[in-house]
């Protein structure tokens, strides 16, 4: 399994993005989505996930300003970034794993690149 993500860039605060995550390979329904970001000098956070039935979580920083979704067709997930602010500047990852549990603790087994987004004040 390969994950690709984009989709970031420079964005005003107040502004909006929307990052994509491609898997290649295995059947992406049956997998768990996690949307991941780490700032300068922090730890990695997880943002937000999706599992196979559509379930989702985020994490409080983030609700009701970001918005996770899928599309099993083209085996990809999103992440819509409404309402940027400062704070939000970091690398997005996604990551994707069979198990929920493991997507939330952040111990997926797939990993993609990552993709840089900056907020400007």
């Known amino acids: 399994v390969q994950l690709q993500a984009s989709g970031g860039g420079l964005v005003q605060t107040g502004g909006s993005l929307r990052l994509s995550c491609v898997q290649f390979?295995?059947?992406?329904?049956?997998?768990?989505i996690g949307w991941f970001r780490q700032a300068p000098g922090k730890e990695r956070e997880i943002v937000a996930a999706i599992d196979w039935d559509d379930r989702t979580y985020y994490t409080d920083s983030v609700k009701g300003r970001f918005t996770i979704s899928r599309d099993n067709a083209r085996n990809e997930a999103y992440l819509e970034v409404n309402n940027v602010k400062p704070e939000d500047t970091a690398v997005y990852y996604c990551?994707?794993?069979?198990?929920?549990?493991?997507?939330?603790?952040?111990?997926?087994?797939?990993w993609g690149q990552g993709t840089l987004v900056t907020v400007s004040s």
């Open positions: 990551a994707s794993d069979l198990r929920w549990s493991l997507v939330l603790r952040g111990t997926a087994d797939y």
């Open positions: 390979g295995r059947t992406f329904s049956n997998y768990a």
